[in-house]
Nanobody
Framework: QVQLVESGGGLVQAGASLRLSCAAS????????MAWFRQAPGKEREFVAT????????YYADSVKGRFTISRDNGKNTAYLQMNSLKPEDTAVYYC?????????????????WGQGTQVTVSS
């Protein structure tokens, strides 16, 4: 079992930056594949970014490429999502997810563990 706790969300203006954090607590010391998804009101949860257990494989959704950066610190069991040049369409609840096999999956079905989410609101 692993518990994920997101933090760092908030209300910002368009063009601003935010950094989300996802702290993982788990019995196993093996690093997990980590990802960020987001869900806007009335929409399905969508993939944002993912990073493999060793940080060597990283993938982004086209909508955030060049603006968002995913990273991780295995010593702290924490993943991060640096979000720059935020747009109103980035407004959503952002969820952290973990895959116990360490893979950088792009689909929700590949993740066994989810955080409670953190709200990001970008005003125009």
């Amino acid at each position: 079992q692993v518990q994920l706790v997101e933090s760092g969300g908030g209300l910002v203006q368009a063009g601003a930056s935010l950094r989300l954090s996802c702290a993982a607590s788990a019995r196993s010391s093996s690093p997990y594949g980590m990802a960020w998804f987001r869900q806007a009101p009335g929409k399905e949860r969508e993939f944002v970014a993912t990073i493999s257990w060793n940080g060597r494989l990283i993938y982004y959704a086209d909508s955030v490429k060049g603006r968002f950066t995913i990273s991780r610190d295995n010593g702290k069991n924490t993943a991060y999502l640096q979000m720059n040049s935020l747009k109103p369409e980035d407004t959503a609840v952002y969820y952290c997810a973990a895959d116990p096999y360490g893979r950088p999956g792009l689909r929700r079905e590949e993740y066994d563990y989810w955080g409670q989410g953190t709200q990001v609101t970008v005003s125009s």
